[in-house]
């Protein structure tokens, strides 16, 4: 048995759904003999993937029959063993599951909250024409679609009218830390500087409430998509940010930080709140997070992409 995940790329920006993708796959192969690959839809922009898990670069020619076939039969993959799951919208990872189910292949679509309303109303004319001519009868090819909270859940099944599953994204267990109280508070960011996550209004409303504050400090973490510039005014203080952080270094953050912060206009299931729960962060997100269960919990606190939640 093999699984082969549709990615558009492994840029370290967007690793999220890579990991998302192939978490589990190391257990998958020592528990029951499946083998995990990755199709890259684009050309190599990384060196190391994650243990188990066999990495193939298609490259620009990824929709291409022959490139396709040829890294098929050069892994001795084939539809009667082999289940294929694509990761996002819009782009060739959507494309290339459509052509493999017409080979005979049984392709899982998995959005990420990529037709979140939200989203969706990003770019909309764009994405509403895309959509109808494309995007839905692609997906419509996919055998099953999997929502990744049961929110999305609700939404997909309302756009494509058929039974979505659902399986959100998970995180390794660890061992519960115990937190240090220490002299300050650290309250941590880490994610894209993208404009769906909301850090204009977290900086804005952590400056207007906590400006003064010595006991608190604000860690920003993460690859800029635009939004660095808009936020360096408010940086210094009790305001870091640390750039983009990845392995040890990233640990190393969880460990220090108390709290996580993500007020996010959208996500699909964020694993870096997951991940913040794991080292023992007190999470306090937006309801775009997609995850109801922090506040029927009560794991966690509310808060809203806005300047007014912020100081709240």
Not at 99 to 123: C, D, I, N, R, T
Not at 190 to 197: A, D, I, N, P
Request: aromatic letters at 12%.
């Amino acid at each position: 048995m093999k699984v082969i995940h549709l990615i558009h790329s492994l840029d370290k920006i967007s690793f999220g759904i890579y990991n998302a993708a192939v978490f589990g796959s190391q257990f998958l192969f020592s528990k029951h003999n499946i083998s995990t690959y990755a199709f890259v839809c684009s050309p190599q922009s990384m060196a190391v993937g994650l243990p188990g898990v066999s990495i193939v670069y298609l490259g620009s020619n990824a929709l291409d029959n022959t490139v396709v076939d040829n890294a098929l039969s050069s892994n001795n993959i084939s539809a009667t063993d082999t289940v294929v799951v694509s990761h996002g919208c819009w782009l060739a990872p959507t494309r290339l599951g459509a052509m493999l189910a017409k080979k005979g292949f049984k392709w899982l679509y998995v959005p990420h909250g990529m037709l979140e309303p939200w989203s969706m109303q990003q770019g909309a004319l764009k994405k509403k024409i895309y959509y109808a001519l494309f995007e839905k009868r692609f997906a419509n090819h996919s055998k099953k679609i999997r929502a990744v909270s049961s929110v999305e859940q609700r939404n997909l099944a309302q756009r494509f009218g058929r039974t979505i599953d659902l399986v959100e994204n998970g995180v390794t267990v660890r061992p519960y830390p115990s937190k240090s109280s220490g002299d300050v508070l650290i309250f941590l960011f880490l994610g894209r500087l993208h404009h769906k996550k909301g850090i204009v209004p977290l900086v804005e409303g952590w400056r207007s409430a906590f400006g003064t504050d010595n006991n608190r400090k604000l860690i920003i973490a993460g690859p800029d998509q635009g939004e660095l510039e808009k936020i360096k005014p408010y940086l210094g203080n009790n305001i870091e940010y640390a750039g983009a952080v990845y392995g040890d270094t990233k640990d190393a953050l969880f460990n220090k930080a108390h709290y996580f912060l993500l007020p996010s206009f959208s996500e699909g299931f964020p694993v870096s709140v997951l991940e913040a729960m794991s080292f023992g962060l007190i999470p306090l997100i937006s309801s775009g997070c997609n995850f109801d269960q922090v506040f029927k919990e009560q794991l966690g606190f509310r808060m809203e992409p806005n300047i007014t939640s912020v100081e709240t």
